[in-house]
């Protein structure tokens, strides 16, 4: 049975009932549970549930009779169909209201001062709620750097629920790793489940990464500190705000992307024909491949290491010892 196309309210018992007698000729409920090797108190109890729906009906004779589907099952169909109009009319109503509330909390905070602390201490057993609260509040992008990619906070599957959410409605969301992560083994599927879910990679060097944070458009940021089982800090005012996203396009700016998918001894051969001078047209001949494909590889090179110059393209794949 697909319960996909079941309508609402029918198990599978009486979804099996229903269809039986859609095949049969009028019968009487023994006759029915004779034939589908039911016990006839169970048959009874699941006839109950299609009459209470108004799938089947009794004659005066005590035979069981339905109707066609197309006005019964249609019906229940238009029923369900008028209560979500009216639920998403209902919805509709309340993200109308929001404007308006938000409104009336700017207005009382004109009125009694800020509700909020410039800065709080958060322990770790809250900073997910933390965190949460700072997704359901902020806009503009999420930017992170961590230096303990596979723990902490950001990685929990609650946190990544809400990542998913953000992206879909056209947030972005960028992270800093180090370097060491790529000695990991499972590091690749972790990286490319993490990519999936439409955040952006840059790597950076450890010893570049002093201070782990996370910004939450205007929010706030969330500060790690150091030590064993330490506590977060949560800053709020603009300036901090300013300051931290001045250190991180700083550090994204120094931090390099890596290419998606290994290269292959192509891509490589057509790295070291660029390196030697050689134009497109060259290349293209020396490959065996048409001018297109050489150009439309290089570009694609160009966009996996975030570069926007084939000098700069060089940089890079010598970074990642793909050329000496």
Known sequence: MNAQSRPVGLGEDAEQLYRHMLRSAPRSVGEHADTLGWQAGETEHVLQQLEAMRLVRRTPEGLVRVD????????????????????????????????????????????????????EQVAPAEVIGVIEHLFRTSDGPILQVTAKPTSGPGHQDSVHRHWASLVASGRQLRTIFPLSVLNDPGWDAFAHRRAA???????LTDDAIRVEFGIFGRSGVLLEETGPDADYLLLRPPAMLDAFSILFDELWRRAQPLLSREATAEDVTL?????????????????GLGLRTVRRRVAAMMDEHGVD????????????????
């Open 309 to 324: 110059t084939r000098f700069q393209l060089g940089l890079a794949v010598c970074r990642r010892g793909l050329l000496p």
């Open 197 to 203: 879910s439409g955040e952006h990679q840059r790597y």
């Open 271 to 287: 790295l070291e024909l660029l390196s030697l001078g050689f134009k497109d047209e060259a290349i293209a001949r020396q490959m």
């Open 68 to 119: 066609d589907p197309r006005a019964s099952v249609g019906r229940l169909l238009d029923n369900e169909e008028a209560a979500l109009d009216e639920r998403r009319r209902h919805l509709l109503d309340l993200r109308g209201s929001l404007e308006s509330f938000e409104s009336d909390y700017r207005r009382g905070l004109q009125l009694s001062g800020p509700r909020v602390p410039p800065w």
